[in-house]
């Protein structure tokens, strides 16, 4: 009876060891195709993504725990820095949020607001191991992550001992169902045509709310060549919206280009 009692014990310890948090999910008995990895090579995936995603459910903002996040489009090339977390076998037969079923053997991960099928590379900091992941997931809900690895690719970056390690994303492409997607001549000339190095970018405005942020990114996206972004900073006073102009080649040219005065209050910020 003492076995049966420690065994049972045990059992409700592994249930709740997840290695991060999550809504409620629904179990499947769905069998496993055999797991997928993807190519660090951009060439392989998408350079953008196809016009359907912009509407799909899983970009429509979302609350968790009281916050509001608001799923956004990104581009090639584009680059960030946090902590990763995984999650396994607590997870492993239920839904993700995109409708798949997560397979804790595939390449996948978990993000608050890339867009679902986002390919992305992800290298642990700490040794300099890298993989290539795709979106498929919401997550992780924890202060200070920016992005939950399946088991395996934390396995691959030697992060599952340690629970938690800061990495660096770069976005690669975007996964698309079928044939690869080719871009159009005037989606071509949309995009990058050179990769822009610089750390610096031009602060040109910073709202207490989403709403006004995202309304000032909108007019001035591709002003003279540049594109907007959004930063959200956690301050002691609550969440700031930054918005950042970017694609400058040196920190030189955005001096020369907030000289001229197109942005009043404007001044010079550096990429963490």
Sequence with gaps: MNKLLSLGLVVIVLLFSACSTRGQRVYSSQSYAPAKSYSSDKSQHSSVLDKK??????????????IKYYPTVVSVGDRFQGRASWYGPTFHGKHTSNGE??????????????????IVKVTNQTNGKSIVVRINDRGPFVDNRIIDLS??????IDMI??????????ILGFETKGKKKIPS???LKELPQN??????????ASFSKIEGALKMQEMHDKTDGYRTIIKDVETEKGRIFKVWLKGFKSEQEARDYKEQG???NAFIVKED
């Design 53 to 66: 995603t912009y509407s799909h459910p899983t970009m429509r903002p979302y609350v968790i725990r009281g």
């Design 101 to 118: 079923i997560y397979n804790m053997y595939d390449m996948t991960a978990a993000h608050k607001t890339l867009p679902m099928n986002t």
């Design 151 to 156: 088991k395996t690719g934390a396995s691959k």
């Design 161 to 170: 001992a340690a629970g938690t390690a800061p990495v660096s994303l770069e």
């Design 185 to 187: 001549q005037k989606e």
């Design 195 to 204: 990769e822009i190095v610089s750390e610096f970018a031009l602060q040109i």
């Design 262 to 264: 197109h942005f009043k």
